[in-house]
């Protein structure tokens, strides 16, 4: 039976993010085999392995049973000679490991979209392409699914090398999401987190991005994830001229260059707030 258009379009999305993810992985491959105690090398690989696994999970409909899910878990554990899992294993081995398994989710899910009947990959019927539902977690209905146009916009425009954009959108989920939070919680619940008495005549909508951040982390909504964004992402609001042209000049002043590392933590940063804000996920 040939696919509809939407789970057409649900695999093209997902074999997307697995091509990114393994491009990535083997230019991080490449760097932490040739410097496996580079700390930036080091760094940039465990970023690379969360992202896996967030786009695992959403694969395995985040059933830790389902064969992709174990895949994973198991190609963070090589195994000697003997079959015992050996701690501190290689990192290039690690990573190795788990390009193997998204090769495995791509076999599927090509499979899947040639539709190809009984003679599809052996993995076919265990890959779940779900409708997305990064966002349920969001109160206010209208806005969920244009996050989730918003969050492939930001996916894509990293892909290819707007990495200002990538970062001013994914900024812009992170306000929007989190002000969704405040806007639940309500202002007198907000007054006994300390929230600036002078701020709470006003909208939320109508505060600093940096105050909404502070005033959820004391409330208790979002946990510490958003001390490593970076500066050129607290001021991203400052980076767009009159034309909403992005201004590029040196990282000392208001506006400043963003770089792949910038637009990759911020994305890193939304993921973890993302999971504060719904815990179930």
Known sequence: MPLNESLRAQIETSLSDLDGLIRRGHEVHDVVAGHPSD??????????????????????????SHWLARSFSEALLVRSA???????????????????????????????????????SEYSPAVEVPVPRRFEFVHNAVLRPV???????????????????????SCGILEAIVTDALEHKGLSTLAAADAPAGKLADKIGDWSFNLRLAVAERAGLIRGGCARLP????????????????INDDRSGPSATVYERDARQVRQVLHVVMRDLDPGR
């Open 39 to 64: 700390g930036p090398a080091i760094a940039a690989t465990r970023a690379w392995q969360e992202d896996c696994g967030v786009t695992v999970n959403q694969l395995s409909g985040g059933s830790k």
């Open 147 to 169: 996050l989730e146009e918003a969050y492939n916009d930001s996916r894509h425009a990293l892909e290819q090398g707007d990495y200002d954009l990538s970062l001013r959108i």
């Open 82 to 120: 003997a079959g015992n899992a050996v701690e501190g294993a290689a990192m290039a081995e690690i990573v190795k490991r788990l390009l193997d398994v998204l090769e495995q989710a791509v076999a599927s899910l090509s499979a899947m979209d040639g539709d190809k009947g009984a003679g599809a």
């Open 231 to 246: 500066r050129v992402a607290r001021t991203y609001r400052d980076h767009t001229d009159a034309n909403n042209d992005a």
